[in-house]
């Protein structure tokens, strides 16, 4: 079983819809949790970062974590085209664990105008 | 955030040769990090580069095959030696933000043939 399991897609929406990414784990001793965003032929970009269970908002972006479940999710409300992009979750122990950071295989997202 | 410059951001080169990838950091940074990216799959933890000291190397990847320097903190090179097709991936560079975030560069897209 992978440390982290997020469904590859692709995920076709209509423009302005309400995305939802998810990712499950099973190391409950991760400490911190991560979404990046990344476009074709660039590096990841960091999107949202939480430590704690319950939901993060960042503009149309909302990070959900449930630590007990061990799942995490990322919402993206009001789609753009240019939300078209691959979505990793990330998560990570902290510094007694050596920052040790697992990634998501990725979700492409594609927004349809 | 740190801004990383990545190059060469792709490359073709032939199997039994070697290609080495740079990456500048525009601010001094304790720890550097290579990943590699494979089509479908997470981003894959090569090493950990500290300047001073030998790279800190992966299950699966060895300093033979993937060598490592770190002349300074703004600085580090990766080296795919003795490529093979297998070694056709991107390459990442990173950082660690201060809030456990890694920032990026654009990656090296190589092709081996």
């Known amino acids: 079983q992978k440390e982290v399991e997020q469904d590859p897609g692709p995920l076709s929406v209509p423009e302005g819809a309400i995305v939802s990414l998810n990712c499950t784990y099973s190391?409950?001793?991760?400490?911190?949790f991560m979404w990046y965003r990344q476009y074709s032929r660039k590096g990841p970009e960091l999107l949202m970062y939480?430590?704690?269970?319950g939901n993060k908002e960042d503009g149309r972006f909302t990070a959900q974590v449930d630590k007990s479940s061990k799942y995490i999710s990322l919402f993206i409300r009001d789609s753009q085209p240019s939300d078209s992009a691959t979505y990793l979750c990330?998560?990570?122990?902290?510094?007694?664990?050596?920052?040790?950071?697992?990634f998501g295989a990725g979700t492409r997202l594609f927004v349809k105008a | 955030s740190a801004v990383i410059s990545q190059k060469p951001s792709r490359d073709i080169c032939q199997r039994g040769t070697s290609l080495t990838i740079q990456c500048q950091v525009d601010?001094?940074?304790?720890?550097m990090f290579w990943y590699r990216q494979q089509p479908g799959q997470s981003l894959t933890l090569i090493a950990t580069?500290?300047?001073?000291?030998?790279?800190?190397?992966e299950s699966g990847f060895v300093i033979d095959k993937f060598p490592i320097s770190r002349p300074n903190l703004t600085f580090s090179t990766l080296t795919v030696s003795n490529m093979s097709p297998e070694d056709s991936s991107i390459y990442l560079c990173?950082?660690?933000?201060?809030?456990?975030?890694?920032?990026f560069g654009s990656g090296t897209r190589l092709t081996v043939v």
């Open positions: 601010s001094q940074v304790t720890m």
């Open positions: 939480t430590y704690s269970s």
């Open positions: 990330a998560m990570g122990l902290g510094q007694a664990g050596g920052f040790k950071t697992i």
């Open positions: 580069a500290n300047q001073g000291s030998e790279a800190t190397y």
């Open positions: 990173s950082v660690v933000r201060g809030d456990y975030g890694y920032t």
């Open positions: 190391n409950s001793a991760f400490q911190y």
